[in-house]
């Protein structure tokens, strides 16, 4: 297991270090600021050597140090209340958060961004976004069990999101398919603000039992620290040319691609290769590698430990032996883990490694020095406190303020704008209307990207998309699983940051409600464009604010998550986008509501009340239109409609649910008839009389704390009760038509299911073959 | 051998105690190559028709004590190679396509990645290349049984439609026109693609035997249909459900069963 190097470098050594201050070092060609440097020079007491600078570069950039968003994301731990915390296990600041399922199950999930390189390279930069996820789960001593990838891209029709949309289904189905997890669900937003930074977020859950929990920590003086997996290459280098002064010869590639390359076999043999470690206790701490690699892994594992770590950097297995120091640290080459092994442990660890045919290198140990301290060929060539580079990077109080373009925009209504000159009233306009809503990008069938993945693998997805959210079975025996939806809404956000959040949270909270799941955390991927603007920070402020309030009232905690800032081309930010992942729990998965209803004359409700809402709508997308304000947040109507969609689905109220969120009641009436290809006749007279709103507002409008369900016609009499005992609105619009084949709604011509499947399903394809 | 990490899992149903040969007697093997993915569920498959699921490791020089074998889906190696190519070499493999050619005749069911591997073994025909759209897909698939006195169709009607998962990126079966001919000649296509042939594949097969009926091997999933609630009658795949019941996979296993035990109709 020795590595032959057949390489000189002119190594900086901290001896070396400490004689020379005056050495140049390339601080700002690394991303780092004058004063960040001037600080690791502070910390230190003199400069750091070229592989301490590297650490510290990477560690305490933007991605990793969360030095713009730290203040604020505080809010997260402190926003929290007895409630939030009764089935917290592991909270913030791990891996991922565990929440406690019951029966000595637990679970744990988390959302990540992988933009920048999603959009270098669509395949690779979207398939090392899933390979990265899994591993922070399998971090947490979890088996991951599903994954899902909110997707938002530019303009359909424009010809570069061909080129992201082809790169990155197909990165995420063959990384994924290969990995054995099932793909649950996700969105897939069209828009032009992400022309030049499409968002790409993956999301991945696991389960195990409460004893296998995992943390990352290194204790236990004179444990051995292992690093095995993949082996590290010159992938995932963002400033590597810089770091060439260390080297003797310049004939080396100057320029290393700085996306990862993945390998989803090395990930799938890692993945039962850390189970089985698992399983045998045979690791006292784990952590992965992901950004920042080597560097992240020592410098977290050790901080997070009692004592300190000794590592000779020699002894990583390379693909390349012509890396330096430097980059070896800094190397971002995927499906590789770190951890830390009892002497005792040794062999039966190598076994499993032997067994699973994976590659290892025992790099040190533990110490009780409270130092990092990283050799090459035995010379010092990092010496720190690793908690400086881990945990004590800097954090900056950014300056925000409210754009002043902000007042405009909110004044700028769509009702009575020039893009809603010609509103459809006659039955024919309204018909055209649901027909082009359904057809529109953002509102079209899915299935041409969801069939490249597999949903099937694993035998417990109950059910996945286009149903409200993605559900898991957990355990077979008695049917305990898990409900995930993502949501989030770029346009309303931009409309107004702090209610754009909730909006995000209210709707994955819903649709996870509307699966009969009851939920209990949060993750969350907060995109947002560059915060050294006062209106991104702004935007940023307020979203982070908006979401932690809202946490609160809805009970549940945010377990965990991540920040992705920059995402901008030029001076022209993404719509704030903080999408939020829900999570929740079924007792038994037979119990889950689908969103598509089937037995002919169940009665349809609707269940909540429709005002005036389109500004930030799809419909007012689809016209061209962006201003006004976001439909309105009530919190405490979306738990009490949550608790009736729970409670129904538990005691067999209802066989069909589907929430009401973009493009209305039409998009939803369309969907659940589409769902299993039955029809319903839907009256509106009552709700217009009721709400006080025309048939176009009750068909497109996006106010919140809405859904239908189908109630079995033996059941509408204790289904009314519930509702009405809740004082929660409830209102028969209509019946189940299993024989007409058409969705019929009064003062709208008749709508063939056949056609409208034909014009949801035909969009994704005329585009993207 | 190894033991599948079983998260998730009910205990495996108890064998009968030694002696007795009812349907929990028989003993499935179920093959786990590195990369394979669909082991879990074709334990799961066996169990739920009755038999026990026995695991087995690639790299196992005995074949044990089981009476019949599947080899489940994935990406065995990657399939970073011709899929299928590498996991013909296993140890194990040898072992699996000695029995299967032996009289004793060892039942032998390839899915997916294990149909790929039993005609790079050369127990079957032909080959798969990359679908014709040149896409993975997933989607609930109508198949036709047109042959059911194979050890592992015996339960089927024959003609019998049935719908079960299928989801894969090389799944386009290719053979020469006097290898098909051949097996079309034989009543060796046991399983044809019925309304949408999803990958391009050559008369539509989707599923075929060796000559002696105990080597079948498809690219569709009969392991992901056999449990109510996860499968293709819950419409879990696409925009509606293509009909078929949750479970019409569960024949295959039941088959094995009922030909091993000596209780085939």
């Known amino acids: 297991m020795s590595i032959e190097t057949t390489k000189k470098f002119n190594i900086d050594t901290v001896e070396n270090a400490a004689k020379t201050p005056d050495t140049e070092l390339p601080w700002a060609e690394l991303g780092l600021k004058r004063n960040e440097f001037d600080e690791i020079v502070k910390v230190l007491g003199r400069r750091p050597t070229g592989a301490e600078l590297a650490m510290y570069s990477v560690m305490w950039s933007e991605h990793c140090s969360y030095k713009s968003s730290k203040n604020h994301l505080r809010q997260f731990g402190e926003k929290v209340t007895d409630e939030m915390k009764k089935d917290m296990l592991v909270g913030i600041g791990e891996n991922a958060g565990v929440t406690n399922l019951g029966d000595g199950w637990a679970v744990t999930f988390k959302i990540e961004s992988h933009n920048s390189p999603s959009f270098v390279e669509p395949y690779q930069g979207a398939a090392t976004g899933i390979g990265g996820i899994v591993r922070d789960i399998i971090s947490m001593g979890a088996r991951p069990v599903a994954v899902m990838d909110p997707l938002r891209f530019g303009a359909i029709d424009h010809p570069d999101t061909a080129r992201v949309m082809h790169g990155a289904v197909a990165g995420i189905g063959g990384y994924g398919n290969c990995l054995g997890l099932p793909n649950i669900g996700g969105e897939m937003v069209f828009d032009s603000v992400y022309q030049g930074n499409p968002l790409v977020n993956a999301l991945a859950v696991g389960v195990m039992r409460h004893e296998d929990i995992r943390l990352a920590n290194a204790s236990g003086k004179g444990n051995k620290v292992v690093l095995f997996g993949a082996r590290t290459g010159g992938d995932g280098i963002g400033g590597a040319s810089v770091l060439a002064s260390e080297s003797f010869d310049d004939t080396k590639p100057s320029k290393r691609p700085a996306v990862q390359v993945g390998d989803p076999f090395a990930e799938k043999v890692l993945i039962e290769c850390c189970l089985e470690l698992f399983k045998g206790s045979l690791v006292e701490g784990i952590q992965d590698l992901g950004a920042a690699g080597i560097s992240c892994a020592t410098s977290e594992l050790a901080s997070n430990g009692d004592g300190g770590m000794e590592v000779e950097l020699t002894s990583v297995l390379l693909r390349d032996p012509t890396l330096t120091p430097g980059e070896i640290l800094m190397s971002e080459s ?201 209106d991104v920070m702004w935007q940023l402020a307020e979203a982070i604010r908006g979401l932690s309030d809202a946490c609160m009232v809805l009970g549940i905690p945010v377990t965990g998550g991540n920040v992705s800032l920059y995402n901008q081309t030029g001076t022209t930010p993404i719509h704030p986008s903080p999408v939020v992942a829900v999570l929740g729990k079924l007792d038994d998965v037979a119990r889950r509501t689908p969103s598509g209803w089937r037995e002919d004359g169940q009665a349809i409700y609707l269940l909540g009340t429709t005002a005036a809402e389109l500004d930030g709508s799809e419909w007012s997308n689809l016209r061209g239109h962006l201003g006004g304000l976001p439909p309105k947040v009530d919190l405490a109507a979306e738990r009490a409609l949550g608790e009736i969609l729970i409670n129904a689905s538990r005691d067999g109220m209802i066989d069909a649910a589907h929430d009401l969120s973009e493009g209305g009641l039409a998009a939803a009436l369309v969907e659940s008839s589409l769902r299993y290809g039955v029809g319903a006749r839907i009256a509106l007279e009552e709700l217009q009389e009721r709400d006080g709103v025309d048939l176009f507002t009750a068909l497109f409008s996006e106010s919140q704390g809405r859904a239908i369900v189908a109630v079995p016609r033996s059941e509408e009499v204790r289904f009314k009760d519930m509702c009405t005992a809740r004082g929660f609105a409830h209102l028969r619009i209509g019946v189940v038509d299993a024989a007409g084949g058409k969705l019929e709604i009064n003062g709208v011509d008749a709508l063939s299911l056949d056609e409208l499947r034909e014009a949801h399903e035909a969009t994704l394809p005329k585009y993207f073959g | 051998m190894t033991d599948l990490p079983l998260i998730g899992e009910a205990a495996a149903v108890a064998a009968h105690a030694s002696g007795a040969r009812g349907l929990a007697g028989a003993r499935i093997g179920v093959v786990t190559f590195p990369g394979t993915l669909d082991d879990r569920d074709a334990a799961r498959a066996v169990r739920l028709a009755g038999g026990t699921p026995v695991p087995l490791w690639h790299a196992d020089t005995q074949l044990g004590d089981v009476d019949a074998v599947v080899i489940p889906g994935g990406f065995s190696y990657g399939d970073y190679l011709r899929a299928g190519a590498i996991a013909r070499f296993a140890p194990l493999m040898s072992k699996i396509i000695d029995a299967a050619n032996s009289d004793a005749k060892l039942p032998v069911l390839g899915i997916c990645n294990g149909f790929q591997i039993l005609t790079e073994s050369h127990l079957l025909p032909g080959s798969m290349i990359k679908n014709d759209h040149l896409k993975f897909i997933c989607r609930d698939q109508v198949l036709r049984v047109e042959n059911n006195s194979t050890d592992w169709t015996g339960d089927y009607d024959a003609g019998q439609e049935i719908t079960i998962p299928l989801k894969n990126q090389d799944g386009q079966y290719i053979a020469d026109e006097k290898t098909l001919d051949a097996l079309e000649a034989e009543g060796r296509v046991v399983f044809r693609y019925v309304g949408f042939n999803p990958n391009g594949s050559r008369r539509d097969i989707a599923g075929i035997s060796n000559s002696a009926g105990n080597v079948v091997g498809l690219m569709p999933h009969p392991e992901h249909a056999v449990e109510v609630g996860f499968g293709p009658g819950s419409g879990l795949s696409g925009s509606a459900g293509n009909g078929g019941t949750d479970t019409d996979g569960l024949g295959f296993f039941t088959s094995v069963l009922n030909k091993l035990v000596g209780g085939a109709k």
Request: include cysteine; hydrophobic fraction near 40%.
């Open chain 1, 334 to 534: 995927q499906e590789r883990m770190m951890a830390v092994v009892t002497p005792e442990n040794i062999a039966a660890f190598e076994a499993v490694m032997d067994k699973w045919a994976v590659e290892y290198s025992w790099l040190g140990e533990v110490t009780d020095t409270g130092r990092l301290i990283i050799t090459w060929e035995g010379e010092v060539i990092v010496d720190v406190d690793p908690r400086t580079v881990a945990h004590d990077g800097p954090v900056y109080d950014r300056p925000y303020a409210r754009p002043e373009w902000q007042d405009a925009v909110q004044a700028d209504v769509f009702t009575g704008s020039v893009q809603d000159a010609g509103r459809p009233s006659t039955p024919a306009e309204m018909s055209a209307a649901v027909t082009e809503l359904v057809a529109s990008p953002n509102m079209c069938d899915k299935s041409w990207i969801t069939n490249q993945y597999d949903r099937y693998v694993g035998g417990n997805t109950s059910m996945a998309f286009p149903d409200d959210a993605g559900v898991v079975r957990v355990d077979e025996e008695t049917g305990l699983g898990v409900a995930l939806a993502t949501d989030a809404n770029g346009r309303y956000t931009y409309l107004d940051p702090y209610h754009g959040a909730q909006l995000a949270l209210a709707e994955a909270y819903r649709n996870v409600a509307t699966s009969g799941a009851v939920p209990m955390a949060v993750s969350d991927c907060l995109n947002f464009g560059s915060p050294e603007d006062p």
